[in-house]
C-alpha cells in the first residue's frame, strides 16, 4: 500500500492512527496537528454536502443530517476534483441508512437534489429550429424511424412519494400541510438558460420521456405511453417539450435496442 493511501485512508477514518513519517516545522506534535486537519477536511466535505442537499437537511434537520453525512463521508471519500458532483451516491447510502427510515421518502428527495446539480451543470446544447422538426413530423414514411433526442440536463425522476410537492414546500411554494407524502410522483427535472426547473408530469408522459432518452422511435414511446394510459396527448406533451426548449435535434433509424416493453 502507498503511502498517498495510507494517508488518505488515516485522513476519513479516525480510528486508524496518524500516518509515519509525519513531521511539523515547530516541534508540535505530527498526530495532534494531523487530527486537526483531519477534522477540517471532514467538516469540509459534510458541509459540501449540506449545499447540495438542503432540503434533505431541513427535513432531518442539522445535527441528524451531519451525523448521517459523517458516516457516508468517511464511507465514500470524494473520487473526483470536481466537488460539484460529490454526492451523487448520496441517495443510495440514505436509502440503506437505517436511521433514515423513519422518513421513507428521504432518499427519493436526495436523488431529485443531485438531479437539479447535474442539470445545471450539464452541457448547453441549442433547441432545435422548430421548423425542422415540423418537417419531419410532416413526413409520414419518416415517423417509424423518427427519434427526438432532448438536451443533456433532462432527467426523470419517478417516487411513490410526492417528491415535487415536498420538495416546493420547502421553497416556501406549498404548505407543507397540504401535502400528502405518499402520493406517487414523476418529476422532469431540467435546465432552461441559467435557471433549473421541476415539473411534475403524470406517469405516462414520465415514461414517454424516458423511453426517448432510451433511444426508441417516437413511434414506439408514443405506442408504450397510449398503452399506459389511452389518454396521453402527444401534442401536447410535444409541446411542452418545445416551450420549454428541450428537444435538440432528431435522428433517423431505429436503434438496434429498440424494443417494446
Partial sequence: ?????????????????????LTTCNGSDPATRFAVYRNNVTVSLIDALADTFPVVQEMVGEDFFRAMAKVFVQAQPPRSRLMAYYGDQF???????PPAAL????ADVARLEMAR??????????PINTDILHHALAEPEQLTVLSLVLHPSVQVLSSPYAIDS????HQG????ST????????VLVFRHGLDVDTLALDAATALFVTRLQDGVSLLVATGEASTMDAEFDLTHTLGLLLRWQLITHTTFGAPPHEHTH
Fill in 1 to 21: 500500500m502507498s503511502y498517498q493511501t495510507t494517508f488518505a485512508q488515516a485522513l476519513l477514518n479516525p480510528e486508524l492512527p496518524c500516518p509515519g513519517c
Fill in 91 to 97: 441517495a443510495d447510502f440514505v436509502s440503506s441508512f
Fill in 103 to 106: 422518513v421513507p421518502y428521504l
Fill in 117 to 126: 446539480v447535474q442539470a445545471y451543470h450539464a452541457a448547453d446544447v441549442p
Fill in 166 to 169: 415536498l420538495w416546493a414546500a
Fill in 173 to 176: 411554494a406549498l404548505c407543507i
Fill in 179 to 186: 401535502v400528502d407524502p405518499d402520493v406517487p410522483q414523476a
